[in-house]
């Protein structure tokens, strides 16, 4: 199995930043894309940053301008730089991971437990 850990989140002023970092740990045999989705009270979990194995990046066009999705290969972990929030940006951020648990098992999606991101106005 593999598991992923997110840290980083928590209460930030309209304009102001947090850093996001989900580290993969586990039966990692390899990892493909990670990428960042969010969740706020009452809508849909939607993507937020998609960044490839090579390092091919999307961002959702809400964040375009703002946010930044990086990654560390060698520490299996997963970065969201989060730059001019505001309060829209207010929700449950989590990581998700393409992986196999071994060299014979499928890839499937990994999940972390999530962590809140609350901006004030």
């Known amino acids: 199995q593999v598991q992923l850990v997110e840290s980083g989140g928590g209460l930030v002023q309209a304009g102001g930043s947090l850093r996001l970092s989900c580290v993969a740990s586990g039966s990692i045999f390899s990892i493909s894309a990670m990428g960042w989705y969010r969740q706020a009270p009452g809508k849909q979990r939607e993507l937020v940053a998609h960044i490839t194995s090579s390092g091919g990046t999307i961002l959702a066009n809400s964040v375009k301008d703002r946010f930044t999705i990086s990654r560390d290969n060698a520490k299996n972990t997963v970065y969201l730089q989060m730059n001019s929030l505001k309060p829209d940006d207010t929700a449950v951020y989590y990581c998700?991971?393409?992986?196999?648990?071994?060299?014979?098992?499928?890839?499937?999606?990994?999940w972390g437990q999530g962590t809140q991101v609350t901006v004030s106005s």
């Open positions: 998700n991971s393409e992986a196999k648990a071994g060299p014979a098992g499928p890839l499937r999606d990994y």
